[in-house]
Every structure is written in structure tokens, then in C-alpha cells.
């Protein structure tokens, strides 16, 4: 284990917190996109938790490669997937050389639909023959989520019920911290699943309103509405200039940027 992989250690890292397109937008020349704060650069949305027996990743994104060399983070013990979207799975083939330096498969968490995607997206995985030497292909112990909680890493998830317009995506509590990206709705029974929160990691794509995230309006709102003692914004597009918007938030709640860590409690 390097001295960043120690570091890591009882935190959580967002690995990235941009929309799917990313920030800055190819072809897009907006202040956001030529900003010179590197705050206002985000890859797709992940993160990675230090928990007590490993390094958990929440979602694949295409930018994964990029994320893990620089943060130094050359070991992943387990993934979790919160749904099936592009620019949250489509990293998965970075995950291969995971199992070989482990010398089992990798586990990984998800709900049906989303094995559903991988094993059609990533079918020469799962194709025989085999691939002749380890690591060519990813190496995957595909485990089914239910929304009860289950405990990996020596650490507790609570899976939570989350929507994303018309989709079911799942958000995550690991202790007082709960991660809940790619919602513009949050049903009562989850609701209470996210009451008594040290740590809300919370959507907010942008001001105007849109079909499946919350916009910044709504998501403070929710975030007034749930009370936790520290609220960070995330999934976030160019339409949010990381200083310009931060210096209007109300107290408590901030945007999340590539690189930030927080302390599991």
C-alpha cells in the first residue's frame, strides 16, 4: 500500500464530480470552460471510500484511468454501481488488472438492470473461452444489491432509493455520510434512510430545472430539508462556476471539486 492509499484511509475522495460530458465541455469556449480555477475541471462522477479492509469505488466512469493515476490509487477492493448510465459504467474494462493483483475476481454490487448492461456492453468478459492470461479481461463476482443493508469492507451500506427522472438509481449511507448523485427525486421512505447525516452528497447539475437532476434551487432545498451538518454539491455542469456559485450558498453546503476529500464518520 503507497502513502496516498494510507491517506485514504477512513475518507472518502471524489475521484470526479462533473456532468457526462465533463467539465471543460469539448468545443465549449463558456468562463466555466476556460477557467483557470482547477476547480472548474471535473471528470465524470466517482468516488472512492478508504473503508477498514480496502478501497471502495462507487461507479466506473470513462475518465476512471485518469482518476486512479492521480490519486495514486493502484488497489480497488470492491465496486458499487449506482445505476447503468455511460459516463457510470463505461469505465468498467480499467477495472481488469484489479483481479489479478488481487488473485480472485473483483466483487461487484448492482441491481439487475445494471449486470443486465454490463454483460451485454462487456460480453467478452463473460465469454468462453477464457481469456489465456490474467487480466486481459475483467475478472468480475457480480453481487446483487437489495435495499437492505450489506456489509463490505468491514463497513455497513445502506443502499437508497433514489430517482433520476423516470430511472431507479441507487444512493448510498456508509455511516453518517451518504452519497446520492443522479436524482431530481428522493422518495419519503428514503428520506428517512438520510435523516441524522454528518456528510450529504447531493446533485445539483445546474440553476434551471431539468428532467432527471436536481437543479441548484431544488437541491439546496433538499438539502434545507435534510439538515445535515455538511451538504456537497456534485454532478455538476459549466453552467456552475465552482467560485461564483460557492460564494452564494448558504452555510453548511458547498460544491464538491475533483480531488476533495472528507472524513468518514
Do not use: W
Amino acid at each position: 500500500m503507497n502513502q496516498a492509499e494510507q491517506d485514504l484511509a477512513g475518507k472518502l475522495l471524489f475521484l470526479g464530480t462533473g456532468t457526462s460530458v465533463g467539465v471543460p465541455v469539448i468545443g465549449c469556449d463558456c468562463e466555466t470552460c476556460t477557467s483557470s480555477d482547477s476547480r472548474d475541471k471535473r471528470l465524470r462522477c466517482s468516488v472512492v471510500l478508504g473503508l477498514p479492509e480496502g478501497r471502495l469505488l462507487i461507479d466506473t466512469p470513462p475518465d476512471l484511468r485518469t482518476q486512479l493515476l492521480r490519486e495514486s490509487i493502484g488497489r480497488i477492493e470492491t465496486v458499487l454501481y449506482t445505476h447503468e448510465h455511460a459516463d457510470h459504467l463505461y469505465g468498467l474494462d480499467d477495472l481488469r488488472l484489479f483481479p489479478y493483483y488481487l488473485g480472485h475476481p473483483l466483487p461487484v454490487y448492482c441491481e439487475q438492470r445494471v449486470e443486465n448492461r454490463i454483460r451485454k456492453s462487456f460480453d467478452y468478459a463473460f465469454s468462453e473461452p477464457a481469456t489465456p492470461h490474467a487480466g486481459g479481461v475483467p475478472q468480475l463476482d457480480i453481487r446483487r444489491i437489495l435495499l437492505e443493508p450489506f456489509h463490505v469492507l468491514g463497513a455497513t451500506i445502506q443502499p437508497i432509493r433514489l430517482m433520476h427522472g423516470r430511472f431507479e438509481v441507487l444512493g448510498f449511507r456508509v455511516g453518517n455520510v451518504a452519497y446520492c448523485t443522479d436524482t431530481n427525486g428522493i422518495p419519503p421512505e428514503s428520506l428517512e434512510r438520510l435523516q441524522g447525516l454528518d456528510v450529504l452528497i447531493l446533485d445539483a447539475l445546474r440553476d434551471r430545472k431539468h428532467p432527471t437532476h436536481f437543479s441548484l434551487e431544488e437541491a439546496v432545498a433538499m438539502a434545507q430539508q435534510l439538515q445535515a451538518k455538511r451538504t456537497i454539491f456534485t454532478h455538476i455542469s459549466h453552467e456552475l462556476g465552482h467560485a461564483a456559485v460557492e460564494a452564494t450558498l448558504p452555510p453548511g453546503i458547498e460544491l464538491a471539486y475533483d480531488g476533495l476529500r472528507v472524513a468518514l464518520s
